[in-house]
């Protein structure tokens, strides 16, 4: 029976291979899957098309409209998830690391949408810091902005998460408006297939902004250009040999690497067998071993433990080790599936071998294992493995065995497990467990130049936490050194990843114009009709409206201090606030100055003003004395209109001034305002 070759979408169709490509097998029973090949295609023009196909459809977009297309591509897959689970079961994945692997996925495109709505603007550009004044009068200005490259990110993804492992790169690059080219590794890619027939089905996403390429990258690399992104996830290797490409070096092609990593875990000297964190301990490593049978980038490989704790850690991990059920994932009671490959079994039996020698295996035979429904000769099955090694040796911080296997490394101090953490010249991520804040304190200043992450577990924080494998989309995934020295997701900074930062320099209305947010010294215009009259539609960046004067008087301040209890003595003693080198004199409380500012700008009537829901970036300039007469300027700073709601956010520019000019207070005010079809 021939099985079919998996299929790549390009330049707009679905192509298959012009030869019979390799064959891929089920992990599990070894039967041939499909098999894979890109021969045939042409990549320099499945990267031109991404650039001008998806990417100028993507760049029309704003950050908020592809935020609401990822939403939708999510919500999309959730309801196809089982179709993912149950390919992904020939991949050797139990029910849960399917689980992990599918809703991780998802979840990565669900976190960025809802971040994206949060912190970028529903606009096409994104506003990178404050004004910076280049001189003197005000009138040339500094600012930096972010936009789109006009290229492609060619993402290169590692076997072991075929679904979680392209969506983490694919989701940043889209909010950002860049297309991907995404490139599975073959061992797996027939589940990856399997997402993007999903995705492309959905008819969600713009033509060109998601093209697949199953087999080979040929030649593409050749036609890369400075506008292009390459994100690559594998073997240190295989990332120094992309990394040093011919045309990425000269071209300075944007490289991002996620490579080996000998991620550790160290158990604190306060967590003693009995101990909560002692359990936690034993439970993680454990899960970290066996979860997807080890093959994850941010597993435990090296487990630091107290020298007088080895014997009981041994114990108690080899206790739970013996209760994991290996076998067919279809089976029920099965805690750990097969690894990906019958080459990767071979590949970590090596591995394993070199580890031996700096060590003792206390669990396990790397060349027998019992499993249930399955012959573990055909699938690609092998035991947990745990060793007790050497820490002053080599193999320990160099040799990845890439599967269900962890090395016990004895320390005797703080200092020590410092030192042993920097031999393995870079990781993802390590974990202390410990309820010692000192120890932990000591330990991740000490580790972190190591480390793109760093967990503290301790009884306080595990009911929340996420555990040391998990890798959050708010957060930096990748590490330094030999874990690659790149970043994947990492919020919006892995947006801005795939956008180049320019110095704008410019009058202020110029800059105002470029940024759509009004800035100081940009034309205002006062209006004859109250800003606050206005629905969202009708406002227009630098509306303006004056408020006051108002005189400010003793009287005022005592009622507001009887008032709200803030009797501070520099607004209520005068001995004292003469000997205050910063006012001299009773002052008025900044409190005080805002609100009677709030007097003098609000329009008290119902309109399209919904609610004032927060002020930012408040700072008290000057003392307001008795006596003192404030004035408001309130000019539209911004406006982000909510595509999926009735109102929008205006941000308002606040500068209150007392009569010789000079500002006593600067605030940003944030306000909900109706559009007109509300008919607010």
């Given at each position: 029976m021939n099985t079919p070759t998996l299929r790549s979408h390009v330049l707009g169709d679905w192509h298959t291979a012009t030869d019979e490509g390799r064959p891929l097998f089920d992990a599990v029973t070894?039967?041939?899957?499909?098999?894979?090949?890109?021969?045939?295609?042409?990549?320099?023009?499945?990267?031109?098309?991404?650039?001008?196909?998806?990417?100028?459809?993507?760049?029309?977009?704003?950050?908020?409209?592809?935020?609401?297309?990822?939403?939708?591509?999510?919500?999309?897959?959730?309801?196809?998830?089982?179709?993912?689970?149950?390919?992904?079961?020939?991949?050797?994945?139990?029910?849960?690391?399917?689980?992990?692997?599918?809703?991780?996925?998802?979840?990565?495109?669900?976190?960025?949408?809802?971040?994206?709505?949060?912190?970028?603007?529903?606009?096409?550009?994104?506003?990178?810091?404050?004004?910076?004044?280049?001189?003197?009068?005000?009138?040339?200005?500094?600012?930096?902005?972010?936009?789109?490259?006009?290229?492609?990110?060619?993402?290169?993804?590692?076997?072991?998460?075929?679904?979680?492992?392209?969506?983490?790169?694919?989701?940043p690059a889209f909010l950002a408006g860049v297309p991907s080219v995404v490139k599975p590794a073959s061992p797996t890619a027939f589940l990856t297939a399997t997402l993007v027939e999903l995705i492309i089905s959905s008819g969600l996403l713009p033509e060109g902004a998601l093209q697949f390429v199953a087999?080979?990258?040929?030649?593409?690399?050749?036609?890369?250009?400075?506008?292009?992104?390459?994100?690559?996830?594998?073997?240190?290797?295989?990332?120094?040999?992309?990394?040093?490409h011919p045309v990425i070096v000269r071209n300075a092609v944007r490289f991002s690497a996620e490579a080996d990593s000998l991620n550790l875990s160290a158990l604190g000297p306060d967590a003693t067998p009995g101990t909560d964190e002692f359990e936690l301990f034993v439970k993680a490593l454990v899960a970290e071993m066996t979860v997807k049978a080890g093959q994850k980038c941010t597993a435990i490989r090296r487990a630091f433990v107290p020298e007088q704790h080895v014997d009981a850690v041994v114990e108690a991990v080899s206790a739970r080790l013996a209760k994991t059920v290996v076998g067919n994932p279809a089976s029920a009671g099965v805690r750990m599936g097969a690894l990906a490959s019958l080459e990767q079994r071979e590949e970590v039996r090596r591995s394993v071998k070199a580890l031996a020698d700096a060590g003792r295996i206390v669990f396990g035979d790397p060349?027998?294992?019992?499993?249930?429904?399955?012959?573990?000769?055909?699938?690609?099955?092998?035991?947990?493995?745990?060793?007790?090694?050497?820490?002053?040796?080599?193999?320990?911080?160099?040799?990845?065995?890439?599967?269900?296997?962890?090395?016990?490394?004895?320390?005797?101090?703080?200092?020590?497990?410092?030192?042993?953490?920097?031999?393995?010249?870079?990781?993802?991520?390590?974990?202390?467990?410990?309820?010692?804040?000192?120890?932990?304190?000591?330990?991740?200043?000490?580790?972190?130049?190591?480390?793109?992450?760093?967990?503290v577990l301790n009884a306080r924080d595990a009911k929340e936490s996420t555990g040391h494998g998990s890798p959050m989309p708010q957060l930096v995934h990748g590490g330094p050194g030999r874990a690659g020295g790149g970043e994947e997701m990492g919020g919006i900074r892995g947006v801005l990843h795939h956008m180049q930062r320019t110095a704008i320099q410019g009058d202020p209305d110029t800059i105002t114009?470029?940024?759509?947010?009004?800035?100081?010294?940009?034309?205002?215009?006062?209006?004859?009709?109250?800003?606050?009259?206005?629905?969202?539609?009708?406002?227009?960046?630098?509306?303006?409206?004056?408020?006051?004067?108002?005189t400010v008087t003793q009287q005022d301040v005592e009622h507001f201090a009887e008032f709200t209890g803030d009797t501070f003595y520099a607004h209520m003693d005068a001995e004292a606030a003469a000997r205050n080198p910063f006012f001299g004199e009773r002052?008025?409380?900044?409190?005080?100055?805002?609100?009677?500012?709030?007097?003098?700008?609000?329009?008290?009537?119902?309109?399209?003003?919904?609610?004032?829901?927060?002020?930012?970036?408040?700072?008290?300039?000057?003392?307001?004395?008795?006596?003192?007469?404030?004035?408001?300027?309130?000019?539209?700073?911004?406006?982000?209109?909510?595509?999926?709601?009735?109102?929008?956010?205006?941000?308002?520019?606040?500068?209150?001034?007392?009569?010789?000019?000079?500002?006593?207070?600067?605030?940003?005010?944030?306000?909900?305002?109706?559009?007109?079809?509300?008919?607010?």
């Open positions: 070894g039967e041939e899957v499909a098999r894979i090949s890109s021969a045939g295609l042409d990549f320099g023009a499945t990267l031109d098309y991404g650039r001008t196909r998806g990417g100028s459809a993507l760049r029309e977009l704003t950050f908020h409209q592809r935020a609401a297309l990822l939403k939708a591509l999510g919500g999309h897959l959730r309801e196809h998830r089982e179709q993912l689970y149950e390919v992904s079961a020939r991949t050797g994945s139990t029910l849960g690391d399917s689980k992990f692997d599918v809703d991780g996925g998802i979840g990565v495109l669900l976190a960025y949408a809802s971040k994206a709505k949060r912190e970028l603007p529903n606009d096409t550009v994104y506003v990178d810091g404050g004004v910076e004044p280049l001189g003197r009068g005000g009138t040339f200005l500094g600012q930096h902005v972010c936009t789109p490259l006009h290229g492609v990110a060619v993402q290169v993804n590692a076997f072991n998460f075929p679904v979680w492992g392209p969506m983490e790169k694919f989701a087999g080979g990258v040929g030649d593409m690399f050749d036609y890369l250009t400075g506008q292009d992104l390459v994100s690559f996830t594998g073997s240190a290797s295989t990332a120094a040999t992309l990394r040093t060349d027998k294992v019992d499993v249930i429904d399955a012959d573990s000769d055909r699938g690609a099955f092998i035991s947990p493995l745990l060793l007790v090694g050497d820490p002053q040796r080599a193999e320990p911080h160099e040799v990845e065995a890439f599967g269900p296997v962890s090395m016990i490394l004895p320390y005797s101090s703080a200092a020590q497990l410092i030192d042993y953490a920097a031999r393995g010249q870079g990781s993802l991520v390590g974990s202390i467990v410990s309820a010692d804040t000192a120890f932990a304190r000591q330990v991740v200043l000490g580790v972190a130049p190591w480390h793109g992450r760093l967990l114009a470029i940024t759509s947010r009004w800035v100081a010294g940009a034309q205002r215009t006062v209006t004859d009709v109250h800003p606050f009259r206005k629905h969202l539609e009708e406002l227009r960046i630098g509306d303006t409206i004056v408020g006051g004067p108002r002052v008025a409380h900044g409190y005080l100055v805002i609100a009677f500012a709030a007097g003098l700008f609000v329009d008290p009537a119902p309109g399209p003003v919904l609610a004032n829901f927060g002020v930012d970036n408040l700072r008290f300039l000057a003392p307001t004395k008795f006596g003192d007469a404030l004035t408001v300027t309130l000019t539209c700073k911004q406006i982000t209109p909510r595509d999926s709601a009735d109102y929008g956010e205006v941000r308002w520019d606040a500068d209150v001034t007392r009569q010789d000019g000079e500002a006593v207070a600067r605030y940003d005010v944030l306000t909900l305002v109706a559009k007109q079809e509300n008919g607010a």
